[in-house]
Every structure is written in structure tokens, then in C-alpha cells.
């Protein structure tokens, strides 16, 4: 009998009085542009290296924010929020529960605002990010009978070598002070206390400012292209050549949650090859397959918002004696135990999907390799050998490079080597007089059972006809 997976993450997050109704989207791994200013891009930097997380877990946005879920070592739930203007992110925040009963007229969000800002830079793996942060003129900082600044250190000294994992922040309001208590199992209790003679708007401004101030002007990189050095039209290029040329600067992936008004219309333009059907919201893109062996099929889930729409991987498959089964196509993972099956087979037909958008904008929806190490090795003429710090370079540089090119992609040779995970992938880019590029991808599987290194060898020179 054949077991039905169906892999669902939940589309509304809510913590205390904030009920925020967010888009999930995948692998969402910012990038230094993504970031308002060097001190918030350094400061995510930071927070990220304290501790080894997982985050190939959902993340939803609005216009406003970014909610991005991790799991610690433990397996528990991290929960970040990144605030952003203009896709830009301007603040970053560790949420934290807390115990408290808020009267109508307390206002109190600007104070948990505050507060998870802090908890945020207190996980950080740099003592400079919360002193820049706690202005001891403005807040009360005490633990162990230690005040301000001596409290700060005494605080950063005996704090846990990973993050703190905080029991609910509780609320005391003495007179015209405002108090917060923090405990958690890792160390001592301590407090943050506001008199209101001060106003919490006006402390984030000035710790805004300061921030701006310690920034790169030149943040990010700008390069400035010469009239002379113009780069040629990626038409008169082979994909040797492009990726030669273009390899340093690959392409952005393009916002397009509130730009697309007709979904039908958007994947019919987008896959003019495919038959397009769908069910209430599942919608499936299906093609004979490649000389009757690789799949080109993809199926996806639409979500409607308000004023915007997400498109997710569909990730049921069937799974009979070790064997995958998605759509047309099958994935042989007999030489895997069942943990390992568990572990690797959540994030495959997104994997797949990911591929076989290639090409089209559709990718800009699916793309999930962000910050994953991975080595392009290019056979035409002469052998070249590329390396970025995010495989999803490449799959946007192939995207530019194959529009109006029909993707196949299959997964084979699931192994165990040396105690980890290794399988390989094929890829075939069809042009419409049949001319095809191949490349062969190879992925490594960590012991947390995630992806952590790619390696592409893609052969820009055949001519086969399919």
C-alpha cells in the first residue's frame, strides 16, 4: 500500500496581540542588497553565526515585514522578523513570547518592539551590536545586583555559547516606570526598565541614526558600467561565453507576488509548451517527457491574498517500497534507510519543481538554494571552472540565458557515500528547433539532511536533437 504525504506549513503566524496573516514563501535567504544600510546587513550576519540553524522552513511576508522560521540545535522554533520599506530591510527582530495582560490604553507595541530587538542583538556572536543598542542613559539594564553597562557585560559573559531560549517576558509597572523581566534555563533572571520621561520612539530614532551613521556610504557595491565596456546581447552569446561574462553580476530574482493579475494567463505565456489545468488552486503544467525519459511536468499550489499572490511547489508524492513517486516521474531511494527517507523526502519535488522552471518567471517563485556553496564546471571548447557562495546564482544566470527554452530535470542514483547522502540530478534545456544544452548536477546532503554543496557540470556545446 502506497503511503500519501502531504507536506502543509501554516499561513498565519500569531504572537500575543499582533495577528499577522503572511504569503509563505520558501528559502528566503537575504542578501547584502536586501538590507537597508552595511550595519543591518553585518548585524543578520552576526546573528546567523552564533549558532548552526535550519532554515529551510517557511517564511511569509507583507509589504511591511518578513517572518522567517528557523529550528535550532535543539529543534526548536526560532522566529525572526525582518521589517522592510521598499524590499529593503530596515530592522531586525527575535520574537519572544510574553505573559502579560495589555490594557487598551498601554501603548506597548513600540516597547516589544524594542525588547525583541534587543534579545535579537543578545544572540548575536558580537558584543558590539547590543551595546550600540542599549543606550544606559535611556533604559534601566539589571541583573545580579549589576547595573547598565556592568550589568551588559556581566550579561554577555554568562550568556549560553548558543542563543537563549526565553521563558514568557513578563510585564511589572511601578508608577511612571515601565519593567520587563527576562527568564530563561540558561541564566540568572535580569530587567529592562523604561521611565516614561523618556520617549521609546525617540530612542529607536536615535539608535537608527547611530546605525547610519557607522554604515558604508557606498553600501551596496555599486558598479558603474563603461559606454566602451557595454556587455554584448545575450542572443549573440554561446552560454559559454554569457557565463563567462555575466558570471560576476548574475541577474536578481524578480518580485512578482503583486504584479501578476491573470495566473492562467501568467503560466500560459510562461510555459507555451505545456498543458495548463488546475482544481481549486493546484494547477499542473504537463509535457510529454524528453525522449520518453526525462519530465518536464510541474505542479504548483496558488495562494491569493489580498493584494498579492504565492506560488508554492506541490509537494504530495507517493511513497511504495523506498520509491517516489511524482506526477509521471520516480525517484528510486531503496539504498536510504527510513530516517533518511524522512529526512531528504520533504524538499525533493520542490527540488525538481525549482529545476524545470528554468527559464521562465516562474523560478522567481521556486527558487530555494540561496546561500548554498556550489562550483559550476562549463564544457565547450575548453574546460572552465566557476564558484559562488549561492547556487541560486546560477540557476538565475541559466534562467536569463534559457528563456523560451523548454527544462527537463530528473533525480538519480540516490546513494550513501562515506556515511552522507549524494545524488545526482539531469538537466535538459530544449530550444524550439530542438537543439539542447545537458548538464549533469550533483548534490551533497549534510547529516541534518540538507543540501550543502552543488556542483554543476554543464556541457554548452552539444547540438543534440530531441
Known sequence: MSNKFGFKFNKVFVILIFSLIIVNSYGFEPKAIDFLNSYQYNLYRSWLSTEKLDSDLPAGFTSEKVVKS?????????????DWQNWKITSQREMIPFLFYIDDDLMIGSYINFIERFVYRLNCNEIKFISDFADHTKIILEYSGLIGESALSNIWEERPSSRINFHPVELISIADTLKFKFTSDEMNEFTISFPQVYNINDIMSEIRNREFVESDASFPPIIEQKEEEAKPQIEDLSLAEYIRIFFKTPPRRELLHNKIKDIRSFFTQEFTNHTISNEQNIWHLEIDK????????????VVFGEDMLEIFSLNDFELNEKKIKLGSDEIDLSNLSESEISGIANYLPQLVYEHRAIGSKLLNFLLIHDEVPSTLVIYSDIRELYETDSYS??????????????????????????????????LIAKSSDGSCNLAEIFFHVSKEYKIDIIMMILHSNLDTKG
Open 290 to 301: 524528453y525522449e520518453n525519459n526525462l519530465d518536464g511536468d510541474i505542479s504548483l499550489e
Open 393 to 426: 546564482d546560477i540557476l538565475l544566470l541559466l534562467n536569463q540565458y534559457w528563456q523560451d527554452r523548454t527544462v527537463f530535470f530528473g533525480i538519480e542514483n540516490v546513494k550513501k557515500i562515506n556515511g552522507t547522502i549524494e545524488f545526482k540530478g539531469f
Open 70 to 82: 528557523f529550528l535550532d540545535k535543539n529543534d526548536r522554533e526560532v522566529n525572526v522578523e525582518y
